[in-house]
């Protein structure tokens, strides 16, 4: 397909940036049991609309954007889950014996005790969204503030004061 | 500058983002050296950053264990397609009823490839397409490992500077470009801090000037601030960082060109430094 901004094969792009976008998904979502289904039904929107992609961001900055808008339009619906699930072949990890992969990265949570853990969650969870989400997209690797503005589409220095804002919020909460 | 608590307190913002400028960047750990509030505030909101870390790590684990209709065989592929094909002409008869001109059937909308390379093809049999996402989805597995291990290329931005992209602990990201007309000088450090008392040496004896500045680059991404250091320390972002290896530092000049370079460990560290710094006009 010919398009202003890509060429090249749609589906090895997708596997590429999927770990990027899976952490961006648990960075939107109110639900993380639902980051998958978002990640799955945002590649099957960024297939259909490649043409519009023009190129002057990065490729994986605008398949974000489109992750970050199905975060906030997801409706769990059984129905739309088997179609992506079963219609739109899965980029599914599996080794010989027919196992999943799960995540790779090391878990870091092994560093804090397991009350220190549910109570960080329970305190991101209760900030409001326009906080919550540019504090945790921080926390992706290779993440900038520069990107951040880029995939919400607000300023920089918005998002600068957002995540000092959550900081703030998180270490008032957490007594640290 | 005088720097007090209350001070700290109100640019707190910009103290966490190190965007203070040279003056008001020497008052502030002049301040925190002596001031253990201010410390316990500042090292405060670092436990924040590694809990958020943490709990996103934490999070990301779970999305990908949650369980998902699988394609593993034949059998289960087509009990599932012709329970979505039922369901789907289900939802679709409704539709066809109302405006049967212009309704496409749910499947036909998901299954119309536009172009040969499409992702979904429909007609290959699902076990066939199963072990063909395997094999590149093994090698996108590598790219969540990396979380101790030094900075891959893969990290940095297709808009950024090769030859050096840095982030503060804030997340905020300098390029050569944003110390164009003053002159850096770089430190590289490794997974041992070894070298990171010598150039805190140097930090001292060269006070930062509005056209000076110094900082500690790690290449190691989890690697903690070491105890005793006050010089800013960026993590590195895939880049080349001048091809410095560890353990060696950089004079940048105002014009952005490298003008000398030498290890950490050398002897006469402050001389060579000064030296560079006088030939620079400073």
Request: glycine letters at 6%.
């Amino acid at each position: 397909m010919k398009t202003a901004g890509f060429e090249g094969n749609f589906e090895l792009a997708a596997v590429e940036h999927r770990p990027f976008l899976m952490q961006i998904a648990v960075a939107s979502t109110r639900n993380v049991d639902d980051a998958e289904d978002i990640v799955q039904e945002a590649l099957m929107r960024a297939h259909r609309g490649i043409g519009n992609f023009r190129g002057d961001c990065p490729l994986r900055t605008w398949l974000a954007r489109i992750v970050v808008h199905v975060s906030i339009n997801h409706r769990r619906s059984f129905v739309r889950r088997v179609k992506r699930w079963t219609l739109f072949s899965d980029l599914e990890r599996q080794d010989s014996e027919g196992k999943t992969s799960a995540f790779d990265a090391p878990d870091r949570s092994k560093d804090f005790d397991r009350e220190a853990m549910l109570d960080v969650g329970r305190q991101v969870e209760k900030l409001r969204d326009e906080f919550r989400v540019p504090l945790l997209m921080l926390a992706v690797k290779g993440m900038t503030i520069p990107e951040i503005a880029a995939i919400l589409a607000i300023p920089e220095g918005t998002v600068k004061s957002r995540i000092f804002y959550g900081r703030k919020r998180l270490k008032e909460a957490l007594k640290l | 500058m005088n720097v007090d608590c209350r001070w700290v307190a109100s640019n707190l913002e910009a103290v966490l983002s190190d965007q203070l400028d040279p003056d008001q960047k020497s008052g502030f750990e002049k301040h925190l050296n002596t001031c253990e509030y201010c410390r316990g505030e500042i090292e405060g909101y670092a436990k924040v950053d590694r809990l958020v870390g943490a709990h996103m790590n934490q999070q990301t684990a779970r999305a990908y264990e949650v369980p998902h209709p699988r394609i593993s065989s034949g059998r289960l592929a087509a009990v599932a397609t012709a329970a979505a094909a039922v369901l789907a002409v289900v939802l679709w008869l409704p539709s066809v009823a109302n405006q049967p001109a212009t309704q496409v059937p749910p499947l036909a909308e998901v299954s119309a490839p536009d172009t040969p390379s499409a992702v979904v093809d429909i007609d290959k049999a699902p076990d066939a397409t199963a072990s063909e996402r395997a094999k590149p989805g093994v090698d996108a597995a590598p790219a969540q490992k990396a979380q101790t291990a030094p900075a891959s290329t893969a990290d940095i931005p297709e808009s950024a500077d090769p030859r050096f992209y840095v982030t503060d602990a804030a997340g905020y990201s300098y390029s050569l470009d944003d110390f164009a007309g003053s002159v850096l000088v770089f430190a590289v450090f490794g997974e041992s801090y070894a070298e990171a008392a010598r150039f805190q040496e140097v930090y001292d004896s060269y006070a930062p000037k509005s056209n000076l500045r110094i900082l500690g680059v790690s290449t190691v991404t989890t690697a903690a601030r070491p105890s005793g250091i006050t010089f800013p320390l960026m993590t590195n972002r895939g880049s080349s960082l001048l091809d410095t290896p560890a353990g060696e530092f950089v004079v940048v000049g105002a014009d952005g060109t490298p003008h000398r370079r030498g290890s950490l460990n050398d002897d006469g560290l402050l001389e060579t430094l000064g030296s560079a710094l006088r030939e620079l006009g400073l």
